[in-house]
């Protein structure tokens, strides 16, 4: 298992990522946490994105500064990128989200894989989902369900977040994975979701139990994950699930099914 983290940690490299593992004790990051202060470049940024999208989108005046600034970000500063992203994400809203939410109602086949739950807060503050993959099976009725179940889910973290600390923490336990839940088709959905509509939302993800059959999917999903996106990704080996991501999450809000006393709930009921 430490050779396929290890071969991991080295696509992401040749892809210009960086990824975080935890392995002998060491770690290597390369990202900067939510803050609740836009200094003066990024606010002068912000004023010009706002210009310009104003004008094709009215509606954009609702979008706050903060939400403007994870589009700057997610673009390296560059206004034009992020205006253009700003505007496809608005459109993409009002035909995907009419309402404004997604009701669990709209999803129901999703729900019943009880595969998402919500719980606690990392050290930071930053809201914690558990999703298992290996209770994720393809959805008969095409990918449309699947992709609302996303957006349900990701607003439910992104409620639980404040201006400047507007991240989120998600566990991937990958328990019990095999080729039944091996659906690229939906991960690439999920992840154009994240990475187009919530950018620089995912503070971090946090891979457990992984087995060796994901690396056959994670070679083919690996290269449509962005470089901000590959900064933020951890793999953990077995023997030290526990204390790593003790590290990152207080025993009183850790799941319980990592040694810690946090129940968890499922993400349509938090």
């Not at 558990?130 to 990701?154: D, W, Y």
Request: charged share 30%; glycine share 6%; proline share 5%.
């Amino acid at each position: 298992m430490e050779g396929k983290i290890e071969a991991a940690e080295n696509e992401l490299h040749n892809n210009n990522g960086l990824v975080k593992l935890q392995q002998q004790g060491e770690e290597i990051q390369s990202v900067h946490w939510d803050d609740a202060t836009i200094n003066k470049e990024e606010m002068n940024k912000i004023s010009l994105v706002r210009a310009v999208v104003e004008k094709q989108d009215p509606s954009s005046k609702e979008v706050d500064d903060f939400a403007i600034r994870r589009f700057l970000r997610a673009r390296d500063l560059d206004v034009d990128k992020a205006s253009t992203m700003l505007l496809k994400y608005l459109k993409w809203k009002k035909s995907f989200v009419p309402n404004g939410y997604i009701s669990p109602t709209e999803i129901p086949n999703e729900i019943a894989h009880n595969k998402m739950f919500l719980q606690g807060v990392d050290k930071l503050g930053r809201p914690i989902a558990v999703v298992f993959g290996g209770r994720h099976m393809p959805n008969k009725q095409g990918l449309e369900e699947f992709k609302r179940f996303v957006v349900l889910a990701l607003d439910k973290l992104c409620s639980r977040t404040s201006p400047g600390r507007e991240k989120f923490v998600v566990i991937g336990d990958l328990e019990g994975f095999g080729y039944s839940n091996s659906d690229v088709r939906a991960y690439l959905g999920a992840l154009s979701i994240l990475q187009d509509c919530y950018p620089e939302r995912l503070g971090k993800l946090i891979v457990v139990h992984v087995p060796y059959i994901f690396w056959t999917m994670w070679k083919l999903v690996c290269p449509f994950i962005d470089n901000n996106t590959k900064k933020k990704i951890t793999f953990v080996e077995n023997k030290r699930l526990t204390e790593t991501l003790l590290q990152d999450i207080d025993e009183s809000q850790l799941p319980d099914i990592y040694g810690g006393k946090m129940p968890l709930v499922p993400i349509h009921e938090a």
